[in-house]
C-alpha cells in the first residue's frame, strides 16, 4: 500500500458527522414514542441537529476537494461523506412529515423500525473512526448489513398492515410516506458501511 498523509482533520469531520446521525436517530425514537403535542419540538431539534450535519458535509467535501493528495480515493471519500449526509436527511425528513401529516399514532413496528435506524446509527458513528487504520472493517459490515435486513424485514410487516384494510387511504398515505424515508436512512447507512468495505479492500 503506497504512504497516502492522512490529515486528522479530515478523519474528525467523518467522526462529527457520523456524532450528529446518531443523534438524530436517537431524537426519531423519542419522536414515534412521544405524544403527538411534543413532536414537533422534537422534530425541531433533529431539523437543527440535520443544518449541523450539512454544514459539516459543506466543510468536508471542500477539504477533500483542496487536497492535492487524498488519504484514500477521493471518490469514495466523497462517496462515504454523502451517504452519511444522505441517511441523516432521509431521517430529518422522516420526523417532519410526522409532524407535517399530523400522523397521530402510528401503527406497530414503527417503534421498532425507529430503533432499527437507531441502532444503524449508532453502530456507524461507533466505527467511522476505523477510516483512519480500516481495522475491524468486515465485523462492522456484517452488523449493518443485519440491522439493515431486519429493519427491511419490519418496513414490510408495517407495509402489509397497512394494506389490510384497517386503515384508510389518508392514513396509508401518511404513515407510508414516513416509514419509506426512515427505511431510506438505513438503506444509506448500510451504503456507508459499503463504502468503508470498498476503501479497505482498495487499500488491502
Known sequence: MAFTPKDPVL???????????????????????????????????????ENEADEILGNLIRKI????VTPYDRGDLQDLANALDDAMDALEEATDLAVLHNVGEFPQGTVDLVEAVRKLAELTS???????NLKDIDHYVTEANKIEDEGDRIHRRITAMLFSGSYDAMTILRIVGVIDLFEDSLDEMARVARVMRTISLKES
Open 11 to 49: 478523519f474528525e469531520m467523518y467522526v462529527s458527522l457520523a456524532e450528529r446521525l446518531a443523534s438524530g436517530a436517537r431524537g426519531a425514537v423519542d419522536l414515534v414514542v412521544s405524544p403527538i403535542e411534543k413532536r414537533s419540538e422534537i422534530a425541531k431539534r433533529i431539523g437543527q441537529t
Open 65 to 68: 476537494d483542496d487536497m492535492f
Open 126 to 132: 461507533r466505527n467511522i473512526s476505523s477510516l483512519k
